[in-house]
Structures are given as structure tokens and as C-alpha cells.
């Protein structure tokens, strides 16, 4: 059984705060308003060649130089998301940091704050046309059982994995299982229920805002797309 206490720890760990990053990218925020850099991840030293210090407080435009494309501006890039601009294409640019690596460019909001982050593109298939063919599909559906079942079967089908499921969240914190893709020798947990213990409430509120922010972010692209 497990302990009071480190179930409360659980429940009290800042998940959604840690403050790092996978190093295979770099993050930068950007304060819409005055279009300054604000937030930089260590390791655009490695990555950009250039130390954090030396661009934080900087106009955006400084990464202009730094973060590249064929017809891409960094900055204009970034006063357009900042201004809203629905005549964007419906997909993350690909850029070059370093005069080598090519990345997706992502971005996000979060309050006063256009957040970039970084994907390295792979050299093998497109990640961000796999996710948003799973996406696409998803939401092509009509009825929550069968936006759920389509679910289940895109992620298994494209990642592979022995086991994907669909986690229910209860009002009272409970959960269960009410979509799931196995393979044939796995048990199935179909319909199996646990105690709110097993996700801690900020594991649970995370999960949600993030596939929110996916979801809209999705309808968005497919709605500016279909104009």
C-alpha cells in the first residue's frame, strides 16, 4: 500500500513547472507588445552560437541572422503571430539555426508571450505531418466513441506501441479506461477504473490543457486552410 505521505507529494510536485527543456531544441519567448526577447533556453549557445545573455532584453530582430530560411524573416515571422495574422500558412515553418541543422519552428502562447521552440527534422518521415494526420482523423469524427476508437488506433498504428488507451477523468478523480488498441497477446484493461491517486490532480490538468491546446490549434489550421 502505498504511503500518505508520498501520495501527497505526488499530488503537491510542480510537473508543470520544471523549467527544462529536451536539448535537442532550444525555447525562446518573445513579449508580444514590445516584440523583446524575454526567456532563453541555455543551450542556444551550442545551437545558435550565441550566449543567452547577449539576447535577452534584444529586439526579435536579432535572431534574424541566427535563425534562417529560404524567404523567412525571424522577426516579421513574429510580429505577424504576435499581430494575429490569419494569412500565415497552415503549418510550422522549417528553418536553419547554425547554418546546419534544419528544425519546425513552433510556437504557443502563454499570457503576454509568443513562445518558440524548436523540432529537429528528421531524417526519416515528417513528425509533424504524422501528428497531424492523426489529428486530422480524430476530429473527421462525429461521435465521442468514435473520435476515441480513431484515436487509439492512429497513435498505435504510427507508433507502434503494444498498448494505447484513452483515460476518462471522473469528477470525484477517478479514471477509466474507455477506448483502448492492443495488440492481440496483451491483456485488455477496457473499462478497468482507478483511484485518483494513480494521476496526480496536476498531471491531470496538464493533460488536459495540452491536448486542448492541440485540438484548437488544429481547428484553426483546418479552418484558416478551408477559406
Known amino acids: ?35 523583446q526577447i524575454t526567456h532563453v533556453s541555455e543551450n542556444v549557445d551550442v545551437l545558435l552560437s550565441i550566449n543567452a545573455n547577449d539576447i535577452i532584453g534584444r529586439h526579435c530582430k536579432i535572431l534574424d541572422q541566427l535563425i534562417t530560411g529560404a524567404g523567412f524573416s525571424f522577426s516579421r515571422y513574429a510580429a505577424s503571430l504576435c499581430k494575429g495574422d490569419e494569412s500565415l500558412p497552415s503549418h510550422y515553418p522549417v528553418v536553419t539555426c547554425n547554418d546546419d541543422a534544419s528544425y519546425y519552428l513552433v510556437h504557443s502562447f502563454s499570457s503576454n508571450y509568443l513562445i518558440f521552440e524548436t523540432e529537429p527534422v528528421l531524417q526519416e518521415g515528417d513528425v509533424s505531418d504524422k501528428i497531424f494526420e492523426i489529428v486530422d482523423t480524430v476530429i473527421g469524427q462525429n461521435a465521442i466513441a468514435d473520435i476515441m476508437d480513431a484515436a487509439v488506433s492512429e497513435i498505435k498504428r504510427i507508433t507502434g506501441f503494444e498498448r494505447v ?44 490543457r495540452i491536448i486542448s491546446g492541440w485540438y484548437m490549434k488544429r481547428v484553426e489550421l483546418r479552418r484558416l486552410s478551408f477559406r
Request: net charge negative.
Open 165 to 208: 488507451m484513452v483515460y476518462q477523468f471522473h469528477n470525484d478523480g477517478s479514471g477509466q479506461v474507455v477506448a483502448e488498441a492492443i495488440d492481440l497477446s496483451m491483456e485488455p484493461f477496457m473499462g478497468l477504473r482507478y483511484p485518483e491517486t494513480d494521476i496526480p490532480r496536476q498531471a491531470r490538468e496538464l493533460y488536459k
Open 1 to 35: 500500500m502505498s504511503n500518505p505521505s508520498s501520495i501527497l507529494q505526488c499530488h503537491t510536485e510542480p510537473i508543470h513547472i520544471l523549467g527544462k527543456i529536451q536539448d535537442r531544441g532550444f525555447l525562446i519567448g518573445i513579449e508580444k507588445d514590445k516584440e
